[in-house]
């Protein structure tokens, strides 16, 4: 089994700053990762898949990028509706989830 | 409008069953392979299972092989998990979803239901 592992646990960071978020993989996946956004009380949202493509109806703040095996989500000026948890999943061998990274207000 | 509405969660014994529906709107259901991915209470997401387009095709975690089964009922627009031998580890939220597809292969899941809660307790 692939096991993603996200980083920082948690985050703390104003609006206006630029969130970095990490997800390494214990073995190549190539491109074959998806970022989602998850608020409390709702269902995931799919942000990014294929490491770097936007899903539908995303804002350009949000960017992905890496291959293999180091993944980042980047937000480039967090809105304060950005305040959520991040998990990142992986598709290359069956499907699994990182533990997710809390996004919160400073 | 892309809906997914879950129903059929509820608390049931140890060693219990349970089926889960998903009915879904919005899109051609038919062309669209689904799956069902669920969440402990506070935890992380786990993917559970994935059925093709046309039911050809079943997917499962580890953990459910045997004991879960994925369904769909392209007439009827719904996707089912029947839940046998459930045990405590299974309590969780149940989420219907849209697979994305990417280059021919499944990738991501790009519409998510609101989830059923399953309890599993004695």
């Known amino acids: 089994e692939i096991v993603l592992t996200q980083s920082p646990a948690t985050l703390s960071l104003s609006p206006g700053e630029r969130a970095t978020l990490s997800c390494r993989a214990s073995?190549?996946?190539?491109?074959?990762l998806a970022w989602y956004q998850q608020k409390p009380g709702q269902a995931p949202r799919l942000l990014i898949y294929?490491?770097?493509n936007r899903a539908t109806g995303i804002p350009a703040r949000f960017g992905g990028s890496g291959s293999g095996t180091d993944f980042t989500l980047t937000i480039s000026s967090l809105e304060p509706e950005d305040f959520a948890v991040y998990y990142c999943?992986?598709?290359?061998?069956?499907?699994?989830f990182g533990q997710g990274t809390r996004l919160e207000i400073k | 409008e892309v809906q997914l509405v879950e129903s059929g969660g509820g608390l049931v014994q140890p060693g219990g069953s349970l089926r889960l529906s998903c009915a879904a709107s919005?899109?051609?259901?038919?062309?669209?392979?689904m799956s069902w991915v669920r969440q402990a209470p506070g935890k992380g997401l786990e993917w559970v299972a994935n059925?093709?387009?046309?039911?050809?095709?079943?997917y499962y975690v580890d953990s459910v092989k045997g004991r879960f089964t994925i369904s769909r009922d392209n007439a009827k627009n719904s996707l089912y998990l029947q839940m046998n031998s459930l045990r405590a580890g299974d309590t969780a939220v149940y989420h219907c979803?849209?697979?994305?597809?990417?280059?021919?292969?499944?990738?991501?899941?790009?519409?998510w239901g609101q989830g059923t809660l399953v309890t599993v307790s004695s």
């Open positions: 979803a849209r697979a994305l597809l990417w280059l021919g292969e499944l990738v991501s899941f790009d519409y």
């Open positions: 919005g899109f051609t259901f038919s062309s669209y392979w």
């Open positions: 059925i093709k387009e046309d039911g050809s095709e079943k």
């Open positions: 073995q190549s996946v190539s491109s074959f």
């Open positions: 294929g490491a770097s």
């Open positions: 999943q992986q598709r290359s061998s069956s499907i699994t």
